[in-house]
């Protein structure tokens, strides 16, 4: 099964930085755009980060923009969000999921593959 695996979550206090990591499995990212998404409870998921396949170009939410970075290593076939100055609104189950399309964007019905998703939590 083609599926994007993702670790790194926890709980952190408010300020604090979190990196998650998402690599593949049964397949290589080498093609697709990698995308970071979440879900808070309550909440519609929306998209927070995405990185494309071939020029490292990169889009982010505005709600997470100067706090969160995107980067992806091809040799590790890993992407990863570093994300800093976190706040409580940022609790969220975060998913990482690969797109095709091969650029950077947050239209989710884009995106073909998705994980099962790890919580991140801030809170003091």
């Known amino acids: 099964q083609l599926q994007p695996v993702e670790s790194g979550g926890g709980l952190v206090q408010p300020g604090g930085s979190l990196t998650l990591s998402c690599t593949p499995s049964?397949?290589?990212?080498?093609?697709?755009?990698v995308g970071w998404f979440r879900q808070a409870p309550g909440k519609e998921r929306e998209g927070v980060s995405c990185?494309?396949?071939?020029?490292?170009?990169?889009i982010y939410a505005d709600s997470v923009k100067g706090r969160f970075t995107i980067s992806r290593d091809n040799a590790k076939s890993t992407v990863f969000l570093q994300m800093n100055s976190l706040k409580p609104e940022d609790t969220a189950v975060y998913f990482c999921a690969v797109s095709q399309s091969g650029y950077a964007q947050l239209v989710d019905f884009m995106f073909t593959y998705w994980g099962q998703g790890t919580q991140v939590t801030v809170s003091s």
């Open positions: 990185i494309s396949n071939s020029d490292g170009s990169t």
């Open positions: 049964g397949f290589t990212f080498e093609h697709y755009a």
